[in-house]
């Protein structure tokens, strides 16, 4: 049985699926989504707006009439994978159309594969649309072709990720999504709601909280009030998270938050992940990318490391039980040796649940490629397996901790084995740990919240009986 690898990208979203088979003569378009959860809402939002129109949808290259593939222009690396899809599909079809972050630069896609029929950039449904028709024209059934009331979703039907703003105000060195995405711009909280409570009553388990800076959404709107169910709520983050906690019972859903910048109004999330008739979970994945503040203030990072420390310590006195996940960048330009052991012993002090790490690198029109003091590759893999070893430590301890004690978890998969595969209240798909359950299951079903007595930890995983 595998477990969960420590270099595990958590720039990922899960893999897309589809599960329908289309109709005779139905025009079929195969869709690659590549990149983070914020990217495969846009795929949903594209393939919702396609079969409204009759599209059936479908991963197969072969046996579709054009292929649309998202592309992620996160990290170089990133940005070769998209590359190597677009042209795979190219090979395998011949219709492309290219749309993503990477589109942001449409002469570098067009430069490797000058025969796609169009490139777009992110979040620009109505030009994909449009390149759809004129690829292969719509031919709608009204008496067969029914939209589901909460549209496509790529994501297994018992999780989905809500996307509560697009862009970011930020100007970090090392990061280019504020020009391929532009400046924030938050959705207004009724519409954000009204989706939400169409995913839970389609019978959505688990709703995961996205944008590129959680926290400072409606910031863009000046917080504008709008009326929810009889009353007035603000689009700020704490009156969209209450709002959430409540659309379900907390033993029957879960409301999981990502990408939360640690500025002083999220303590008054804390509360709210404390009270055990919320659905918010006690679970805070923030991006502090390092520790040591000379580092931090050569990312042009908007966050203090020794304030961060002071922050986790009120969250934690607030609700014990909070889980924090973190991403952190190591080799940046100029990192000493002493401001990485400073990066360790702060590691040591803030003792994070769920750890993940980028070992540095160019990308271009980012501003960190113009820093002195780039850090040799040698050094940044030895430093990155030096902190991966610390994060591993922490992890397994605290993992250690939970044997003997009785959790929900939510089942994700079973095999043909019957071995569930399950995770947490402190563990987001794709990203973090699992939760195995080994013996038992049958009548479990994928999506079901159960709960199970911890027996064994690993690493990065859980093992269990079903209390």
């Not at 805070?284 to 580092?295: A, K, R, S």
């Amino acid at each position: 049985m595998s477990t969960n690898p420590p270099n595990l990208r958590p720039d990922l979203a899960p893999k897309a699926t589809f599960n329908t088979a289309p109709r005779a003569g139905q025009p079929t378009i195969g869709m690659v989504s590549l990149g983070c959860p914020k990217a495969l809402v846009d795929s949903e939002r594209i393939l919702t707006r396609l079969r409204a129109e009759g599209y059936q949808i479908g991963s197969d290259y072969a046996g579709a009439d054009a292929v649309i593939v998202n592309t992620c222009g996160f990290l170089d690396s990133a940005k070769a994978e998209s590359l190597e899809a677009i042209g795979e599909a190219l090979s395998e079809n011949g219709k492309v159309i290219v749309t993503g972050c990477l589109g942001a630069n449409p002469e570098f896609i067009t430069g490797a594969h000058p025969k796609v029929l169009a490139v777009t950039g992110p979040h620009q449904y109505e030009q994909v649309l449009d390149a759809v028709h004129g690829a292969v024209p719509p031919a709608p059934d009204p008496f067969i072709d029914l939209l589901p009331a909460s549209g496509v979703s790529l994501t297994p039907r018992h999780f989905s990720y809500l996307k509560i703003s697009e862009g970011c105000n930020h100007a970090c060195k090392f990061c280019i999504i504020p020009d391929m995405r532009g400046k924030l711009q938050s959705r207004p909280v009724h519409a954000v709601l009204r989706e939400a409570e169409k995913l839970v009553d389609a019978g959505v388990r688990e709703l995961l909280v996205i944008s590129q800076d959680t926290s400072a959404y409606g910031l863009d709107r000046r917080y504008s009030e709008h009326e929810w169910k009889g009353e007035n709520v603000r689009s700020h983050i704490t009156d969209l998270a209450r709002e959430l906690g409540q659309l379900g019972a907390a033993d029957d859903l879960w409301v999981r938050l990502h990408y939360v910048y640690p500025y002083p109004h999220v303590r008054e999330l804390i509360p709210l992940m404390a009270d055990t008739s919320s659905a918010i979970l006690p679970y805070l994945d923030i991006p502090f990318q390092h520790g040591h503040p000379d580092v931090l203030k050569r990312m042009a990072r908007p966050a203090a490391s020794a304030k961060v420390l002071d922050e986790i310590a009120a969250w934690r006195d607030m609700c014990p039980d909070i889980t924090l996940r973190s991403t952190f960048i190591v080799g940046y330009p100029g990192e000493t040796e002493a401001e990485f052991q400073y990066l360790l012993d702060w590691m040591d002090e803030a003792q994070l649940d769920r750890v993940g790490c980028f070992k540095y690198e160019n990308v271009a029109g980012a501003r960190s490629n113009a820093l002195p003091d780039h850090v040799e590759e040698a050094v940044k893999q030895e430093r990155w397996e030096r902190f991966m070893q610390k994060a591993q430590a922490i992890s397994e301890a605290k993992l250690e901790a939970k044997v003997g004690q009785t959790m929900q978890v939510i089942i994700d998969e079973i095999d043909e084995d019957g071995i569930a595969t399950c995770r947490t209240k402190a563990d987001a798909p794709e990203i973090d740990g699992n939760l195995f359950i080994d013996e038992g299951t049958d009548g479990l079903s994928v999506g079901d919240l159960v709960t199970v007595d911890v027996d064994e930890a690993g690493e990065y995983d859980l093992w269990g009986k079903l209390a």
